[in-house]
């Protein structure tokens, strides 16, 4: 019985079973806080203690999904051509805030990182949180970092975003749907992109091109930083 | 229609891997990838509808590809419990920052070239 519950398909239909799960509750509650991804994590770790199930034999179990993750990267550069084509005339101002953008986020998350104390796998782990989470995931392996850590950490950098942004992008005057869409989606990827969607559409097709930028910027980025220090 | 969405998207992974593995593993053979297919759909090489259908499965449901990884964390519970007060401040902080340079930057750039181009996105 235990070879079955711990066996591949038992494996795959827990993932997917909890992310429905997670999908359902979120369509009750709508709250940032029931995000499928939190209320699945949740469960399976849940469901894994109960049953007596090691990470390993999760990780074994699990490792098509993980594959999965190199394609959607891929297909992501058709997104950014796709929204790439709704903002001509605007690339400029576009890619220069990105960038910016994406440099701060990495240069913060280290100096913050020595304030702290963190250790440098901590550091590399936390660097390209403001990545969607398939690129930023290998970017953190690739870095000395640990990939369970940056899933959660970008995780809460989409929610915390998602919650505080619109409040802030209001406090500091910053009202051109333009520049709301595009901080959202640099700071906090898909999940800031969602809460964008609702704003506007304007907003919302900005801030899906800043997933796909930023990833591109953080990726190139990270390589020169760590080659710096 | 949508093996041929396949067969272009792992044939760009795997273009992607060797590029990455040309330039020294410095950036991830999927982000190579990926920038080499947005690189053949400007240059008009891949037909947008060629890829279209595969590309929006893969990326609408996304999110359930994180779970595994995120359940990771039960693996590390231990350096999370020493570390959570700088991970959490750390996650705000610079997120909230990143937030706020790119769109000052991106409303400061756009009201100064308005007059170049006028409200072209609607």
Request: charged residues 10%.
């Amino acid at each position: 019985m235990k070879d079955i519950l711990s066996s591949t398909p038992a494996m795959l239909l827990l993932v997917i079973g909890s992310y429905y799960i997670g999908t359902l509750l979120y369509r009750r509650l709508r709250s940032a806080w029931v995000h499928p991804v939190a209320v699945a994590m949740i469960l399976c770790i849940v469901v894994l203690l109960i049953l007596g199930i090691d990470y390993s034999t999760f990780q074994a179990g699990t490792a098509f999904l993980d594959f999965l993750l190199g394609p959607t990267v891929v297909a992501l550069g058709y997104l950014l051509y796709e929204q790439l084509e709704h903002l001509r005339g605007r690339e400029i101002a576009i890619f220069v805030a990105t960038i910016i953008g994406a440099s701060v986020g990495i240069a913060s998350v280290v100096l913050l990182g020595y304030f702290f104390n963190l250790d440098e796998a901590l550091i590399a782990s936390l660097a390209p949180k403001s990545a969607t989470m398939p690129i930023a995931i290998p970017l953190s392996e690739q870095s000395g970092g640990l990939p369970a850590i940056t899933a959660v950490v970008v995780f809460l950098t989409g929610i915390v975003g998602s919650l505080i942004g619109p409040w802030l992008l209001d406090k500091c005057g910053i009202t051109h749907p333009i520049a709301r869409g595009l901080a959202l989606g640099s700071a906090s990827h898909g999940i800031g992109t969602s809460r964008a969607i609702e704003l506007g559409a304007i907003e919302g097709a900005v801030s899906g091109l800043a997933i796909g930028l930023t990833g591109v910027a953080i990726s190139l980025l990270l390589p020169l930083v760590e080659w710096m220090i | 229609m949508i093996l041929k969405g396949v067969f272009i998207i792992l044939s760009f992974y795997i273009l992607g891997i060797v590029s990455s593995n040309l330039i020294g593993g410095l950036i991830p053979g999927s982000v190579c990838g990926m920038l080499l297919l947005f690189v053949a759909l400007c240059g008009g090489i891949v037909k947008p509808d060629s890829v279209r259908s595969v590309a929006r499965a893969l990326t609408h449901n996304m999110a359930v590809l994180f779970v595994p990884a995120g359940v990771g964390i039960m693996a590390q519970y231990d350096l999370i419990a020493q570390n959570w007060v700088g991970i959490i401040t750390i996650t705000i902080m610079c997120t909230l920052l990143v937030l706020l340079s790119t769109g000052g930057i991106a409303q400061y750039l756009n009201n100064r070239f308005k007059n170049n181009n006028i409200n072209k996105s609607k």
